[in-house]
T-cell receptor, first 115, second 115 residues
Framework: GNSVTQMEGPVTLSEEAFLTINCTYT??????LFWYVQYPGEGLQLLLK?????DKGSNKGFEATYRKETTSFHLEKGSVQVSDSAVYFC??????????????FGRGTQLTVWP | GAVVSQHPSRVICKSGTSVKIECRSL??????MFWYRQFPKQSLMLMAT?????????EQGVEKDKFLINHASLTLSTLTVTSAHPEDSSFYIC???????????FGPGTRLTVL
C-alpha cells in the first residue's frame, strides 16, 4: 500500500540554521512526491514537488530530491527564517491502482524558528 | 499557482442545524475534489473523494448521511454537515486535483464550531 513516514517534531531552530526534515515512503508503482506547508489557521500550500526518480523540487530556498533507491524525499533549507515557522507535510500521490489524485500524507512536522 | 477557494472561512452554528461549505476551483476544472478534516496539531484525515457527476466515495468510518457531498460542476463541490453536534467542530479543508499537473491544490479551510 501507500504510506508516508515523516520525521516527528517539533523542530526548533535559530534563524539561519540548516533545516532537514526526513521523509520516507512506500508506494505501488511510481508516485509523485510533494511537500506542503501549512501556516497557522490556513489550508495547505504546495511548497515543491518531484514526479520521477532523481528529480529535485525547489522553491523559496527549500529543496527535496526524489530518491528511489532509498524511497526518500527529505526536505532541506540552508538558512531558515522566522517566517518559515509552520507545519510541513510530506505526501505522495498514489501510483498504480490508487484513486486518481489521492494524496497520502505524513503526520506533519512543526517547525519553529527563533530570531 | 492554482487557486481553490472555500466559503465560509469560519462558521458558528447551534447543535442540530446543518451547515454547507463550498469549495471552488477558480482557474482549472477539477473532476475530482477531496474533503479533509483536521484536528488540532494533527495531520489531515481524508473524509471523502468527490467526483463530478457521480456519488462521492467515503472513507471508512465517515457517515455518508451526516456529511453530504455534492459535486455538481467541474468547479464546485459542497460539503453539508447535517444535524451538527459539538463533536463535529473541526477544521474542514477541501482540495481540487488538477489532472494536467497531477497536483492537488488546497482551499484555505473552514473552521466549524458547533455550540
Amino acid at each position: 500500500g501507500n504510506s508516508v513516514t515523516q520525521m516527528e517534531g517539533p523542530v526548533t531552530l535559530s534563524e539561519e540554521a540548516f533545516l532537514t526534515i526526513n521523509c520516507t515512503y512506500t508506494a505501488t508503482g511510481y508516485p509523485s512526491l510533494f511537500w506542503y506547508v501549512q501556516y497557522p489557521g490556513e489550508g495547505l500550500q504546495l511548497l515543491l514537488k518531484a514526479t520521477k526518480a532523481d528529480d529535485k523540487g525547489s522553491n523559496k530556498g527549500f529543496e527535496a530530491t526524489y530518491r528511489k533507491e532509498t524511497t526518500s524525499f527529505h526536505l532541506e533549507k540552508g538558512s531558515v527564517q522566522v517566517s518559515d515557522s509552520a507545519v510541513y507535510f510530506c505526501a505522495l500521490v498514489g501510483g498504480r491502482g490508487s484513486t486518481l489524485g489521492r494524496l497520502y500524507f505524513g503526520r506533519g512536522t512543526q517547525l519553529t524558528v527563533w530570531p | 499557482g492554482a487557486v481553490v477557494s472555500q466559503h465560509p472561512s469560519r462558521v458558528i452554528c447551534k447543535s442540530g442545524t446543518s451547515v454547507k461549505i463550498e469549495c471552488r476551483s477558480l482557474d482549472f476544472q477539477a473532476t475530482t475534489m477531496f474533503w479533509y478534516r483536521q484536528f488540532p496539531k494533527q495531520s489531515l484525515m481524508l473524509m471523502a473523494t468527490s467526483n463530478e457527476g457521480s456519488k462521492a466515495t467515503y472513507e471508512q468510518g465517515v457517515e455518508k448521511d451526516k456529511f453530504l457531498i455534492n459535486h455538481a460542476s467541474l468547479t464546485l463541490s459542497t460539503l453539508t454537515v447535517t444535524s451538527a453536534h459539538p463533536e463535529d467542530s473541526s477544521f474542514y479543508i477541501c482540495s481540487a486535483w488538477n489532472s494536467r499537473t497531477d497536483t492537488q491544490y488546497f482551499g484555505p479551510g473552514t473552521r466549524l464550531t458547533v455550540l
